[in-house]
């Protein structure tokens, strides 16, 4: 906990003038008439110089291109073995090696810049920590590791504010010491009435103020977005920090904003699709559908505004990314220099979703075609 208690006194942005930018398509990765270039479910994706690492977590490995969008090869296959995966989480940097987590073996697959494999990591924790409850967030450049302690549901549903711990572990996969605390309401929620009395259904809120963590695919450091939610239509501010590869401080600084209300109508929309899965009872737990309906929409209203920020990403060059809500259902990236200053702002393309911050000309997203095969693609930023 150094890293916090000698934290500089926080610092109030005002939010001023970024660069707008718009988006160049360049560049499309995929095709789904070829074997080796054609995309499955998109997973992680990150960006190793003049590579594009491309998680595939169907098929349990890993698809690398060049950044001109030519196939180079696959990393990695199912199975429980050394550089084998049975689920492929998230995927880094450290020097001239990367990294894949496999979150349900619980560790960590390292493999060199040919693509040979390196090493195995497993997760270990602490007597206090069961390795199992561990969720990677990334590895930092001293080869340490940073995970969250993730409850189960049953344990997050009876404490939804509870403050949660990240913690730092050794390059041994052993505990070292905690370097941030992580705060808002869980995404897990519990719903009992309107189902058969023996059942209980544990849902995500379609919004929730969990503090956001992302950290830089090199390992050069890590931040922390603390965004709980106004309590009243007042200007409200949410606070970023940024941390180095040793986890002290670099900057913690406050951005004020115009909070947005949840209406009725926005969270009517979600309640009617998280309850429509369940509309025609095929597994037999819904007793009474009505009472179902009205205990989920019950669950969903926790918070009266939106936090402000909905994600956040690792840039290049120590570069923090945002997405600002704008609106119910409009977002924004806005992207911070070093300091924690605005210096861009971009909307994604229609349906699309941001997949790697590749660097400050341009960056990489998913995409999807009319008949849902997926895409990777990189669009330059433009001065607007």
Request: hydrophobic share 40%; proline share 5%; net charge negative.
């Amino acid at each position: 906990m150094a890293a916090m208690l000698c934290a500089p006194a926080c610092q109030l942005y005002a939010v001023g003038q970024a660069v707008q930018w718009d988006l160049e398509r360049t560049v499309t990765i995929g095709d789904a008439m070829d074997g080796e270039t054609g995309l499955t479910r998109v997973g992680d994706v990150t960006i190793a110089g003049d590579r594009v690492l491309v998680g595939q977590p169907m098929e349990r490995r890993v698809r690398v291109f060049s950044t001109r969008g030519e196939f180079i090869g696959f990393v990695g296959r199912q199975g429980a073995g050394p550089g084998e995966f049975e689920g492929l989480g998230r995927i880094g940097l450290l020097g001239d090696m990367f990294w894949v987590w496999d979150y349900h073996l619980n560790r960590i697959e390292y493999f060199s810049a040919n693509y040979d494999h390196v090493s195995t990591l497993s997760l270990r924790g602490h007597p206090s920590v069961s390795a199992s409850g561990l969720h990677l967030a990334g590895v930092l450049r001293d080869s340490s590791i940073l995970a969250r302690v993730m409850s189960s549901a049953a344990v997050a549903v009876s404490a939804p504010r509870a403050p949660e711990w990240l913690l730092r572990l050794d390059p041994k996969g052993f505990l070292r010491d905690s370097v941030a605390i992580l705060r808002g309401i869980v995404p897990e929620t519990e719903v009992i009435d309107g189902l058969q009395s023996d059942r209980r259904l544990y849902m995500t809120r379609p919004v929730f103020d969990r503090s956001l963590v992302a950290v830089w695919p090199d390992g050069s450091g890590f931040v922390v977005v603390d965004r709980e939610s106004a309590a009243e239509r007042v200007r409200h501010r949410y606070r970023v920090t940024k941390f180095d590869a040793d986890a002290d401080t670099v900057f913690r600084r406050d951005y004020p904003y115009e909070p947005i209300p949840i209406s009725s109508a926005w969270l009517s929309r979600r309640v009617d699709q998280a309850t429509g899965v369940h509309a025609g009872n095929r597994w037999g737990i819904v007793a009474n559908r009505r009472r179902f309906r009205l205990a989920v929409r019950e669950a969903f209203s926790d918070l009266e505004y939106f936090p402000a920020v909905a994600a956040v990403e690792a840039g290049p060059n120590g570069t923090t990314w945002l997405l600002r809500r704008i609106d119910e259902d409009s977002f924004e990236w806005e992207v911070l220099d070093t300091a924690g200053f605005p210096i861009g702002r971009f909307e994604e393309p229609p349906g699309a979703r941001l997949a790697a911050a590749a660097d400050l000309g341009g960056a990489w997203f998913h995409e999807r075609d009319e008949l849902d095969v997926p895409y990777i693609v990189r669009y330059e930023f433009r001065d607007r």
